[in-house]
């Protein structure tokens, strides 16, 4: 769906709020009531912004919004210059007076995807890497997961970047499903879970994203990350905290939040 030039102001007024540190009182415009027009404006300011995307996030859509949306994922790019290796212990900015969290969850690195149409066991195939991780969301309107999955969509997804933890040893034999994962802040817990509620797991979410993104006319080149949606719940968090993922009681990520 191409964006009207409604949209492209959306997105216009979007990644320009993004840029200037400008926090939003009120959406930009129309809000998007479906994907596709979420989509479109999502795809208009991916062309204005022009950097490198190296991931995308993948995150739920609950369960009484799947009718009227028309699917159970949404997804949003992660811009190759927010991405971090975790090992340097990053120091993740924020929007301070906008919206803020930090996510818990398995990353996937695609190998080369293709053209082949995959199922839920064989999207294994063309995955090259799986890590631990914490996806940092933040948008400059506060609202953001306020008024639906569209209007979260339509603002990257409310991504503002990606901590690469350690990858998972075995991953292709390891039960990820139900491994065990904690997050706290500050050294508090605020979470623990598993991904058995997580719709059909990681690749699932793998899954989902290559089909929407064949769709969009997008590619997805070897080395491409997936944040594949929080497993303990979406963690607001503020400039000057710290947030800590414990994934199988052993494997640690970690960052520090200051005001972008």
């Not at 129309?30 to 022009?50: F, K, N, R, V, W």
């Given at each position: 769906m191409l964006a009207t030039s409604d949209q492209q102001n959306v997105a216009r007024a979007l990644i320009d709020a993004r840029a200037g540190k400008t926090p939003l009182t009120v959406y930009p415009?129309?809000?998007?009531?479906?994907?596709?027009?979420?989509?479109?404006?999502?795809?208009?300011?991916?062309?204005?912004?022009?950097?490198?995307?190296?991931?995308?996030k993948v995150g739920r859509i609950a369960a009484e919004l799947v009718t009227r949306y028309g699917g159970n994922r949404l997804t949003g790019p992660i811009f190759a210059d927010e991405i971090f290796d975790g090992a340097a212990d990053p120091v993740m900015p924020v929007y301070a007076d906008g919206f803020a969290a930090a996510e818990a969850e398995i990353l996937l690195c695609f190998g080369d995807v293709g053209t082949r149409v995959y199922d839920i066991d064989s999207v294994r195939e063309c995955i090259a890497d799986v890590r631990t991780g914490i996806e940092i969301a933040s948008s400059p309107f506060p609202e953001i997961n306020r008024h639906g999955p569209a209007v979260t969509a339509s603002d990257y997804g409310n991504n503002k970047g990606l901590i690469l933890g350690p990858s998972i040893a075995d991953w292709r034999g390891a039960d990820l499903v139900r491994m065990p994962v904690e997050m706290a802040i500050d050294g508090e817990a605020v979470g623990a879970a598993t991904m058995e509620a997580m719709l059909d797991g990681p690749f699932g979410s793998a899954l989902f994203l290559i089909d929407i993104l064949r769709a969009r006319g997008i590619a997805i080149p070897p080395g491409t990350w997936v944040s594949a949606g929080a497993i303990t719940g979406i963690h607001e968090i503020k400039p000057g905290q710290r947030a800590e993922a414990l994934f199988d009681g052993k494997i640690r990520v970690g960052c520090s939040i200051k005001s972008y």
């Open positions: 415009g129309a809000m998007p009531q479906t994907m596709a027009e979420a989509y479109a404006i999502q795809d208009s300011a991916i062309a204005l912004d022009g950097r490198r995307i190296g991931g995308w």
